[in-house]
């Protein structure tokens, strides 16, 4: 607020027109998150902002209102979107316990970036679309909800390089992480969402290696150190894994396809 205070003071100084005037004011004074960073897009998200940095859901952590959308357990494709890129920006998707946003349980971890992704500020039709077909555990709940955390490993330095040391999240030394929740979702499954023991591993078939700075390998394989990390997107989708993460599942956020990723 203080920047902005010094520059509404020089622009009252110069000899602009009225409207000019109005224009200059709310340039100074839009919220910064409304031009970064990533978030949700199907299922929706809790906030449309790109910009949550305060974990896991921002303003809305534990705010279930809302009529929940239901899902099924298994294989769900789901879609998020970038509207600032950061070279080797990896994501983390987590599902919330039921009716509280506080520890989730782990859903797929080391989700690389796309270094192809070139979006335009503000402009939302320009947005990077990410999609991937994700496992939704069997368990019953009435207002679960996906997370997902994507550190800013561009910003850490050496230690986000091959052979560096990392930053850790949550809670940890990744000390830019933007943050983006779903809207509540109902799970039609059996196993009580209190009562399911999260697996707190990667799928086996994931990768624990991607491409770091230089086109060099980065080990990927512990959990919650993030290094940069990125991977081949062909559109939406992530080309160097297991063809099951491109196939197109659950009727909820495949609509728009008219073509399915996967070979056949």
């Not at 110069?14 to 199907?42: D, T, Y």
């Not at 690389?112 to 979006?119: K, T």
């Amino acid at each position: 607020l203080k920047n902005q205070v010094v520059w509404l003071h020089m622009i009252r100084k110069q000899p602009v027109s009225g409207m000019l005037f109005v224009f200059f004011l709310a340039l100074l004074f839009i919220p910064e998150n409304v031009v970064s960073h990533s978030r949700w897009k199907c299922p929706p998200p809790r906030n449309p902002s790109t910009g949550i940095k305060s974990g896991p859901c921002g303003r809305e952590t534990n705010d279930f209102s809302g009529e929940p959308l239901e899902i099924s357990p298994g294989p769900m494709t789901v879609s998020w979107e970038e509207s600032i890129t950061h070279t080797g920006a990896p994501w983390r998707i987590s599902l919330s316990q039921d009716g509280s946003d506080d520890n989730p349980c782990l859903i797929l971890d080391h989700i690389p970036h796309n270094e192809l992704s070139n979006p335009s500020r503000r402009i939302e039709s320009t947005y990077t679309n990410y999609s991937i077909t994700i496992d939704i555990p069997d368990v019953s709940c009435e207002l679960c909800s996906l997370h997902f955390a994507n550190p800013m490993t561009d910003k850490i330095g050496n230690a986000g390089s091959p052979n560096g040391a990392g930053c850790t999240d949550p809670d940890g030394s990744c000390f830019s992480v933007y943050h983006s929740c779903t809207v509540p979702l109902r799970i039609l499954g059996s196993t009580p969402r209190d009562d399911y023991i999260c697996p707190n591993e990667n799928p086996e078939d994931w990768p624990t290696v991607w491409r770091g700075d230089g086109n060099i390998d980065v080990d990927t394989s512990e959990l919650n150190v993030y290094r940069r990390e990125s991977g081949l997107w062909d559109g939406d989708w992530l080309m160097d894994v297991h063809e099951r993460y491109r196939q197109l599942s659950g009727s909820m956020c495949t609509s728009h396809y008219i073509i399915d990723p996967s070979p056949s």
